[in-house]
């Protein structure tokens, strides 16, 4: 089985996606039988160093075109419907198209992946080209898809009451932790203790009643420092300018390990998710999880999480004390719920729904 893979989310530093992707490609190029793995992508150069880092050392075909614009050629490629895609790659059995656009084929599977459908519900939490972008790929999904996978079970329901899509087109392949996150990895050098946030700086991700919710902590003496790691995003601009909070930005990989590895709490107070993969990275590293009580984060958190209202500053601030104070009660029961979320069975999945409808 010849497989083509649309890696374009691969062209910018990697966040939630881009290592859903990037983890799914490494599983599937590594599975028993291998299947043969084209992944192509129109791109700038920045962006093609960014998708080779993305699938350095992974055994798969590379085709990634240099292209100016890359984002109108995307776009193009996709609205106009030619060429089709075996002018580029050759013929393939299954074509998996992105987020970022969804290019013609001529025969064989089509394929894609809905992370949420936040754009639809919340059309407010997101930029006006996400709310394009998107609302042309739930038509393509909708319209052309034999086969569409969700990120869990919560998004697979929402995508068939929302967008109308069959359940027997719906695949769930849930998000794999890698084998990095582990009570194993390097303790970060930052000072102890400290309550970590891990999210892209935008509406949904709850970081302004976090920041509340810790100057209630710090007005009752909670000694540990609170970090904010992650890609600044956009939105209503948020103030971290308060004693105790450290926001560090983008980090890599190891570098996240490490910061899981090393807080006393992750919190992540999201308002929606299609999965909430921090939840699950930090129970792979050994640390306690204070998250929302929305369904959306139900399967993610399983029975392991500290759950609260993420709207409510004060809940959030008792829940973050009560796991600070219990310390390590949950974290053998994190790691259990962690380790069902491997690579081999996100690729398994996948691999299956094509298979099946090849």
């Known amino acids: 089985m010849r497989i083509a893979i649309d890696v374009s989310p691969l062209s910018h530093p990697r966040t939630g996606i881009g290592n859903y992707l990037s983890t799914l490609v490494g599983a599937m190029a590594a599975a028993d039988p291998k299947p043969d793995i084209v992944t192509f992508a129109p791109t700038r150069p920045r962006g093609r160093r960014y998708i080779l880092d ?16 890359s984002h109108r050629v995307r776009q193009g490629w996709s609205r106009l419907g030619w060429p089709p895609a075996e002018r580029v790659l050759g013929n393939f059995d299954v074509m998996h198209f992105s987020d970022w656009m969804y290019p013609p084929q001529r025969q064989g599977l089509r394929a894609t992946t809905i992370y949420d459908l936040v754009p639809l519900h919340f059309p407010a939490w997101t930029t006006a080209r996400t709310r394009e972008m998107h609302s042309r790929k739930y038509e393509a999904a909708r319209e052309q898809c034999g086969m569409v996978v969700a990120i869990s079970d919560y998004t697979a329901a ?83 300018e308060q004693e105790g909070v450290h926001r560090i930005g983008y980090v890599s990989d190891d570098e996240l390990a490490s910061l899981y590895r090393s807080a006393s709490v992750m919190v992540y107070p999201s308002s929606f998710e299609g999965f909430g993969l921090p939840v699950v990275e930090a129970m792979a590293s050994g640390t306690p999880v204070v998250t929302s009580e929305h369904p959306s984060i139900d399967e993610a958190s399983g029975d392991a999480a500290y759950r609260c209202d993420p ?35 996100c690729a398994r999945a996948v691999l299956a729904g094509y298979r099946a409808r090849v």
């Open 158 to 240: 929402d995508i068939e009451e929302t967008l109308h899509i069959e359940s027997d087109r719906l695949v769930v392949a849930y998000p794999a932790v890698h084998p990095r996150y582990s009570p194993a990895s390097p303790p970060s050098s930052l000072e102890t203790p400290y309550i970590l946030a891990v999210s892209t700086l935008e509406p949904r991700k709850g970081l302004r009643e976090l920041l509340r919710a810790y100057a209630l902590l710090r007005s009752r003496n909670t000694a540990a420092q609170l970090v904010i790691a992650g890609a600044a995003g956009w939105g209503e601009r948020v103030e971290f």
């Open 54 to 69: 993305g699938l350095n050392g992974l055994d798969v075909e590379r085709r990634l075109l240099r292209v100016p614009c």
């Open 311 to 345: 709207g409510d500053p004060e809940a959030l601030a008792e829940t973050i004390d009560l796991a600070l104070a219990a310390g390590s009660d949950r974290v053998q029961a994190g790691l259990q719920h962690a380790a069902r979320f491997t690579p081999e069975a």
